[in-house]
């Protein structure tokens, strides 16, 4: 989900892939790329998790997609989404992200939360890259270094469109976290859905960042 901490790999990818995109970075470095993980949706698993506490008594549940992809499957779709398809000319393999007690192949079982929960995982693999850092993602974006001919240089923090969320929450969020005025929110809202991007604020890179950390 987009939640999820920057140091795990599918935000590092989705964030790095966005910024590569909008040229504020030019490769992401990863360990190896064949490693298979079984990845589900957040919101999914909070369901489960709900369902779990709905039950008379106490057990214990495996939540799981049941279906695999490799690091090189995240990181090929997530830069499709952005309009990328020659991504190996943006991705390094570093040894120091080789670990020695590397586990190739992660899959769940979640037979017993179908059949006793009845859950199953509604948001296929693909989907949440949409709203992890490619299509809907919060960037700052900038020309040039922080400080340029002794000015500082200040940056947008924009909002890039995704149909994955929905437009009341977008306005939600620029209420809460940019201080803007509901009718303000709702043309940046517009923008967003109707240019492909808005602009969510102008501020100093040390606030910016922080304004991004705040939203994801």
């Given at each position: ?20 995109k909008l040229g504020l ?90 059949t006793q929960l009845g ?41 890039l469109n995704g149909d ?53």
């Amino acid at each position: 989900g987009p939640r999820r901490g920057i140091e795990f790999v599918t935000r590092k990818v989705t964030n790095a892939v966005a910024r590569i995109k909008l040229g504020l970075q030019h490769e992401l470095v990863l360990g190896p790329l064949d490693t298979k993980r079984d990845w589900g949706y957040a919101g999914d698993y909070v369901k489960a998790m709900w369902a779990m506490l709905q039950q008379d008594a106490p057990d214990d549940y495996v939540v799981a997609t049941g279906k695999t992809y490799s690091i090189e499957d995240l990181v090929r779709l997530a830069f499709a989404e952005v309009g990328i398809e020659d991504w190996q000319n943006y991705v390094r393999q570093d040894p120091k992200f080789f670990r020695p007690a590397e586990v190739d192949l992660l899959i769940g079982d979640a037979t017993k939360a179908r059949t006793q929960l009845g859950w199953t995982p509604e948001v296929d693999f693909p989907t949440p890259l949409e709203s992890e850092g490619t299509q809907q993602a919060l960037l700052i974006e900038g020309e040039g270094d922080p400080i340029s001919n002794g000015q500082i240089v200040d940056f947008q923090v924009v909002l890039l469109n995704g149909d994955f969320t929905p437009m009341d929450f977008v306005v939600e969020v620029l209420q809460v976290f940019f201080a803007l005025n509901r009718e303000k929110a709702t043309q940046v809202m517009l923008h967003v859905h109707t240019r492909g991007k808005g602009i969510c604020g102008v501020y100093t890179r040390e606030v910016a960042e922080s304004k991004v950390s705040q939203v994801n």
